[in-house]
């Protein structure tokens, strides 16, 4: 058991890594995500064969699987966007408001009642923001635009909750990226045109773009998924929610470790408060659960 915990740690620290990546790798933001979401296509779509495993669905719900790989394709691209723009460190102190985000979009799109302990961890986490904002004014841009990328991410997250119980994880992930790839290819005329400044595309790789595109594509994104759905049927949903949340934590330690990142005493605390909303979250979610259940188990008693 000791090793499966250590595995979705270092499964999450992964998943950490891929701001690092970003900022390391040549390539545009858009160019970069192409790359990411083609491989990652061709690498799922061989672990579906490998595994003998059925990779077709209905018409319907392939439309609506690629319609959510546009998201994700967005919530990427705005994330390295965004890490090019600002620090890596303020870029996933952004992206820590996927609680707040899902929280806020849960509700609308599923029907499902507010938790007021959730409206409360979300005004903790705007206080937070607030102070990291006022630490940080000068990278306040791409603060914004990782904050507009957890939204996305929430949004695609809380979208894809209601494809999980009909496929499986491989199936929906491999029509998520091919979806996220092609939304791209369709993009990039306009993006080439309009978003480059006459610049055009930079598809083409340079110096350690290519392994370090492989590890983002095939260790980050192939492994990382297939390994983190191995492990849930073993390890309880609370502990993977509970560890998905240190994401943050470690992206933020590697960032200090690779390029030396020395922020403001504001930065930090701002950010401390922001994680701490986001980690008490799945604990109260669960004490939220069990309470509901003890009605229902003393109504059997009677």
Not at 177 to 186: E, Q, V
Not at 198 to 205: N, T, V
Not at 264 to 285: E, K, R, W
Request: overall charge positive; proline content about 3%.
């Amino acid at each position: 058991m000791l090793k499966d915990y250590l595995r979705l740690h270092f499964i999450v620290l992964l998943w950490g890594f891929t701001a690092i990546l970003g900022k390391l790798i040549s390539l545009p933001p858009v160019e970069l995500v192409f790359w990411r979401t083609l491989l990652a296509s061709i690498g799922l779509l061989g672990l579906l064969l490998m595994r003998r495993q059925s990779w077709r669905i209905g018409a319907a719900d392939t439309a609506r699987l690629m319609g959510v790989g546009a998201l994700v394709a967005a919530h990427w691209i705005t994330f390295f966007l965004a890490a090019r723009l600002s620090s890596v460190s303020v870029c996933l102190a952004g992206l820590a408001t996927l609680a707040l985000w899902t929280s806020l979009l849960e509700p609308l799109i599923l029907w499902r009642p507010v938790r007021f302990y959730e409206v409360g961890l979300g005004l903790l986490t705007m206080v937070g923001l607030y102070i990291v904002s006022q630490a940080e004014l000068n990278q306040l841009l791409g603060l914004s635009v990782a904050i507009v990328s957890a939204g996305l991410s929430a949004l695609f997250s809380v979208l894809n909750s209601k494809f999980v119980k009909r496929h499986t994880p491989t199936q929906l992930t491999f029509y998520e990226m091919t979806g996220a790839c092609l939304s791209i290819l369709l993009f990039l005329p306009f993006y080439s045109l309009y978003f480059t400044n006459g610049a055009g595309l930079h598809l083409s790789m340079h110096g350690n773009d290519w392994w370090l595109l492989l590890v983002l594509a095939g260790v980050c994104t192939v492994y990382a998924f297939s390994a983190s759905v191995e492990l849930m049927k073993r390890i309880s949903a609370f502990v993977v929610n509970l560890t998905i949340n240190l994401e943050p934590v470690y992206g933020i330690l590697l960032a200090v470790y690779f390029f030396h990142e020395k922020m403001s005493a504001g930065f930090y605390v701002g950010t401390a408060i922001i994680l701490f909303s986001v980690l008490i979250h799945p604990v109260l979610d669960q004490w939220n659960k069990r309470r509901q259940r003890q009605p229902a188990a003393a109504e059997v008693l009677v």
